[in-house]
């Protein structure tokens, strides 16, 4: 059975076509996600990410997609993407408080480091706890770009060091997992980290 | 810290084009071929100017940003004639992760920059400046080099940080194109006055000159035009340079 990985299209601010285009390369089949019936046909959910945690979720309410998508987290392997591994959490503070999908026990909050903020560039990833998602890239470099980060302490899976300053990169709970990087601007391993997320 | 080191194409649509002094035009190849190239060769990060969208006060065009993304799976920033937040938007659905503003922040509605900020995120959103020198200080410039702004370089670029910008790309008129070194004054200069990442354009001629910018300005990033496009140096070399002589960059 060939499965679809359905990436959420919410609002303006997603960069769909970029997630799309690596998943395809890693082998996958995509649909775009923009309206809640369409979660019907995947058996698998990548959530994108560019933009402010308080539109993100503002997006997803306005498109109707708000309430399929938190029970189809629940049951579908995910896997959110900077931004939408920020959503996945309780809480964010990126212009205001605003909740958001509840799947993680964390909150979303402004990194405060002695360097400069935004954190942008190739970065390492120290894995802490093995899992199927990260296997085979535990030396790779991955994109970062990103002001705020996820503060949890239950799930992580991956830290990484900026400016000397550890925070969450990857995070899993169960079939949801969170990259705070963008495997789809990572070159060659961000596109197998995509095949171990189809190969789940 | 790894400093990146990020392709930059000067577009005149359908072509690449490497001004000097922003003008004298030359042809150097196809965007999308161009952008492949340095994807292949290690480049960070790809930066597609359209140079001449402001300055004749035509509308983007998305074919050619669309083909050239589709070549990468690295960061992609475009800029060039940028006015709306549905510009903005069209340019992310067409690829783009960042989206580069000058001429019309600066010369009609720094809000701009805000709005973009609140709906894409600060990562997403880069002012470009064109720094021009004067005898004490630096004037934006616009429209690629040729309109005046009467404003001040330092002051604008603390500015657009308050506004929300999460990048700077900073170039020189006086400069560009001419591959005699960066201006390593006015690059010290604006990293050290915010908190943003700055990247510095403009100047580099060969290899001497990117070490001695990072060295001096701490840049978080460089672009590389020139030297690349008449085949001078690879961003492999660069890279392999730069680790040499105990400078981090990426793989």
Redesign the interface.
């Known amino acids: 059975m060939s499965q679809i990985i359905g990436v959420v299209n919410y609002g ?7 997630i799309k ?2 998943i395809e ?1 890693a082998g996958g089949n995509v649909q775009i996600i923009n309206h809640k019936d369409d979660f019907t046909n995947v058996s698998k959910i990548v959530i994108p990410g ?3 945690f ?2 993100a979720m503002q997006e997803l309410h306005n498109d109707d997609l708000l309430n399929t998508l938190r029970k189809e987290i629940q049951v579908k392997p995910t896997l959110g993407i900077c ?1 939408g591994m920020q959503i996945l959490s309780t809480l964010g503070f ?2 205001g408080k605003t909740e958001g999908l509840d799947a993680l026990k964390a909150e979303v909050k402004p990194m405060i480091v002695d ?4 954190h ?4 390492k990833i120290d894995v802490v706890n093995n899992n199927k998602l990260l296997k085979g890239l535990e030396a790779e ?1 991955f ?1 970062f ?3 705020y980060e996820v503060v949890n302490y239950t799930d992580i899976i991956s830290l990484t060091d ?2 000397g300053h550890k925070f969450v990169s990857s995070i899993q709970k169960e079939n949801i997992y969170g990259v705070q990087f ?1 495997p ?5 391993a ?2 197998k980290l995509f095949k171990n997320f189809i190969e789940l | 810290m790894k400093t990146r080191i990020i392709a930059k194409l000067d577009v005149k649509p359908p072509y690449v084009v490497k001004p000097v002094h922003f003008e004298g035009l030359r042809k150097i190849g196809k965007p999308a071929e161009l952008a492949k190239k340095y994807y292949e060769q290690g480049a960070d990060e790809i930066m597609y100017i359209d140079i001449v969208a402001s300055l004749y006060q035509r509308e983007i065009l998305f074919d050619e940003i669309e083909k050239t993304a589709n070549e990468l799976f690295i960061p992609f920033g475009v800029g060039g004639g940028v006015k709306t937040i549905e510009d903005c938007s069209k340019l992310f659905h067409k690829g783009a992760d960042k989206v580069a503003m000058n001429t019309y922040a600066v010369q009609e509605n720094p809000d701009i920059i805000n709005q973009a900020a609140e709906i894409f995120g600060n990562q997403a959103v880069v002012v470009n400046i064109e720094a021009k020198k004067w005898d004490n200080w630096y004037e934006c410039y616009t429209d690629c080099g040729r309109i005046q702004s009467q404003k001040d370089v330092v002051s604008w670029a603390q500015e657009v940080e308050q506004r929300g910008a999460g990048e700077i790309l900073l170039q020189c008129v006086d400069s560009d194109g001419r591959q005699r070194g960066f201006d390593l004054e006015l690059a010290k200069e604006v990293v050290q006055s915010v908190r943003i990442p700055v990247v510095v354009s403009s100047g580099a001629g060969k290899l001497e000159d990117i070490k001695e910018l990072i060295e001096y300005a701490r840049p978080s990033g460089v672009a590389i035009a020139s030297l690349l496009h008449y085949d001078k140096v690879t961003i492999k070399e660069v890279k392999e340079y730069l680790r040499a002589n105990g400078i981090e960059v990426s793989k």
């Open positions: 303006i601010a997603g960069n769909i076509h970029s285009k690596a390369k560019v933009g402010s308080k539109d931004l990126e212009y360097a400069k903020v935004p942008v560039g190739f970065n470099e994109y770009m990103h002001s900026y400016a963008h789809e601007k990572s070159r060659e961000g596109i």
